[in-house]
């Protein structure tokens, strides 16, 4: 069975959708990139995944063993979450709360699973530094860390390299990649990087075009070569 299905969804706010027709399903392992102008509803769809935003029409169905809980998240961040006065250590293990329930606490388990993905990304020496007087590609990746403590599954990471330099970028994309294809992680990136979307996507969505398009990246390449030629 897929891990993520959206079955003839629409998503909006009141009586006004923002996306068209949203068919597609992903498998354990995929890399999905969403493309689309700004107002397409790439956002959107995020919040539907996360539960966040019910759809007007159709559904948003989990399997594969995937809980909606158990999706990492890492958004887009504002200027006030880049100066967010906490230390290193508890923005990432805040990634263990949506699996947490009503515990008021953090366990010895979650400060190990802290440590494990501090250490996966690389910056366990960062542990006790303020988050507001790193990088923002330190961040980022701090961001990152936070959102596989909620997740080993599936990441939905809205625009991760936006104002990053091209060498963080890279250092960025490829720890995303690392995850994808040595653990097995499903990907779902919004994103307005072509150059990227060409380098690591298994499938692309595009929210713009009518009907919406969802295939595999050759199918997407493929048919947006033929578009050119027509016209």
């Known amino acids: 069975m897929a891990q993520l299905t959206c079955d003839n969804v629409i998503l909006g706010y009141e009586k006004t959708a923002v996306t068209g027709l949203i068919n597609f399903s992903l498998n354990k392992g995929d890399y999905l990139y969403i493309i689309g102008d700004n107002g397409s509803g790439k956002s959107t769809l995020m919040k539907g995944i996360l539960g966040l ?4 029409e159709g559904t948003i169905l989990f399997g594969d063993g995937l809980k909606q809980n158990e999706i990492g998240y890492m958004p887009q961040q504002t200027i006030v979450q880049k100066d967010f006065p906490a ?6 293990i805040s990634g263990c709360l949506s699996r947490s329930g009503l515990r008021p606490f953090f366990t010895n388990k979650d400060k190990m699973l802290a440590d ?10 960062l542990k006790k530094r303020s988050y507001r ?26 625009e991760p390299v936006a104002g990053l330099d091209p060498e963080t970028t890279e250092e960025l994309y490829e720890l995303v990649k690392k995850l994808n294809r040595e653990e097995g992680v499903t990907i779902i990136m919004v994103s307005h990087d ?35 030629e027509d016209k």
């Open 133 to 158: 007087e790193l990088s923002g590609g330190q961040q980022q990746i701090v961001l990152l860390a936070r959102a596989l403590c909620a997740t080993q599954k599936m990441l939905l990471l809205d």
């Open 87 to 92: 230390s290193v250590e508890e923005i990432v």
């Open 194 to 228: 072509m150059h990227a979307v060409s380098k690591y996507a298994s499938h692309v969505l595009n929210l713009v075009k009518e009907p919406v398009f969802f295939g595999t990246a050759e199918e997407y390449f493929a048919s947006h070569a033929k578009g050119q």
């Open 53 to 56: 935003r019910k759809p007007m």
């Open 116 to 125: 494990e993905m501090l250490s996966k990304m690389e910056i366990l020496d």
